[in-house]
């Protein structure tokens, strides 16, 4: 087997191992606060949302900087680091006694992460420039995969062994992928250890100067944001709507799974669309695609309408983020591809962050039928700032790359 290909199999598994076990506390994050003794309602749930998301701020904080260091000594030692470290890290979560110990252990966490991220960087500059769409595709399905199976692990595992034990479970599976990838990925497009390397502001300002990467990072972030922003109130959503026989928390699940499945079934195979016409063709018309099922969303009846639409929605999904990751390897300064993805997943974990809080915020005003429509307006606004400003850049530009006006630039 070709070694791009042998590293793609072995990174989809082991992305596939750590988003099951990342995920797999999920479900229980709340009951393990109730363990601790705490017992306010309120309480509860804002200290949940706490320690859920301080994981991505310190990630946001620290993605560039890994980012670099992967530049200069080189990917796989990245995804080494983070492995064995979330491994530790998360580990110590189940002896955790207090809110606050817990949340401490989740900003670390978010500080040492970085496997997707770093994984993804390894598998675009190892993997020959035709193939890359249809690798990083693969790499998103077992992504995709592991979120939706972990849920259902963590519940159905917490009910056997309780909720301090699947923090060592979650541990003991991060370390396995993480000594997979050890022993069995061979990176052979490394960083040359003769060259300067550049500081870490001066890597940044390279990669902050240039204009296309400014336009994909700012759309990676409303891609996240509009994805996020209506997850927190689905399961309200499915309440509102009647889920069949009363089983809101199934139905809330399956809402999310089947978008899930669409996105694992539709990606590699929009990562070879982009291959042969470009990932930057495929993330328009994805983005379109998203927006224009985004709008029935607003108008469903029933919990069965939703799932039919949600499932038509992650057949979109599926085409965002790896056609995103590709453009950036694509338009990346020579032997800064991992500081320009350090700087893309800050982007999409601000997103994160942001997404259902504002969302959040704004369903008090217009609803969560209200926040699909903006969710498609925003995606549409996107599609046109993609789209437009790539064609600009292209005319303005044309240092590097040279382009007929009126084209979007080709990542072929």
Not at 20 to 27: D, E, G, L
Not at 92 to 97: E, S
Not at 139 to 147: P, R
Request: net charge positive.
């Amino acid at each position: 087997m070709e070694t791009w290909k042998r590293n793609l199999y072995i990174l989809m598994a082991s992305q596939f191992l750590v988003m099951s076990a990342m995920s797999m506390i999920i479900p229980f994050l709340p009951l393990y606060l109730k363990d601790m003794g705490m017992t306010d309602p309120k309480q509860v749930q804002w200290w949940a949302g706490l320690i859920f998301g301080i994981n991505f701020l310190s990630a946001f904080v620290m993605a560039p900087i890994w980012g670099s260091l992967a530049d200069k000594m080189g990917r796989k030692i990245m995804v080494l680091r983070s492995g064995f470290g979330m491994s530790i890290v998360i580990a110590l979560m189940g002896l955790a006694v207090s809110p606050l110990q817990l949340l401490l252990l989740r900003l670390l966490n978010g500080t040492v992460s970085g496997f997707i991220p770093a994984s993804i960087s390894l598998t675009a500059t190892n993997t020959p420039k035709e193939r890359t769409g249809y690798a990083l595709g693969m790499l998103q399905s077992g992504a995709v995969a592991g979120n939706i199976m972990g849920p259902f692990i963590g519940g159905a595992l917490a009910e056997v062994v309780g909720f301090r034990m699947i923090f060592l479970l979650t541990g003991i599976m991060i370390t396995l992928a993480t000594l997979v990838v050890s022993f069995a990925v061979k990176e052979e497009v490394k960083p040359d250890p003769s060259e300067k390397k550049a500081g870490f502001f001066a890597d940044g300002s390279q990669i902050l100067h240039e204009k296309r990467l400014l336009i994909l990072f700012s759309v990676g972030f409303m891609l996240q944001f509009a994805m996020l922003a209506s997850m927190p109130q689905m399961s309200l959503f499915v309440d509102q709507l009647g889920a069949p026989g009363g089983y809101i928390a199934f139905f809330a699940g399956a809402v999310t799974a089947v978008t899930g499945m669409a996105n694992l079934l539709s990606s590699p195979r929009l990562g070879k669309l982009g291959d042969r016409y470009g990932s930057e063709r495929v993330l328009f018309f994805a983005m379109l695609g998203a927006a224009l099922f985004f709008i029935p969303h607003a108008f469903v009846t029933s919990v069965w309408q939703l799932l039919i639409f949600r499932f038509l929605l992650g057949l979109c999904i599926g085409g965002l983020l790896p056609s995103l990751n590709n453009l950036i390897q694509k338009n990346a300064p020579p032997g800064k591809e991992s500081t320009a993805y350090g700087y893309s997943t800050s982007a999409t974990f601000l997103g994160n962050m942001l997404g259902p809080i504002i969302g959040g915020y704004l369903t008090g005003f217009i609803g969560i039928r209200g926040l699909f429509l903006l969710t498609a307006a925003m995606l549409l606004i996107g599609a046109m700032w993609l789209k437009k400003g790539l064609q600009r850049v292209a005319v303005d530009s044309p240092r590097t790359h040279q382009f007929p006006p009126g084209k979007m630039p080709s990542a072929r």
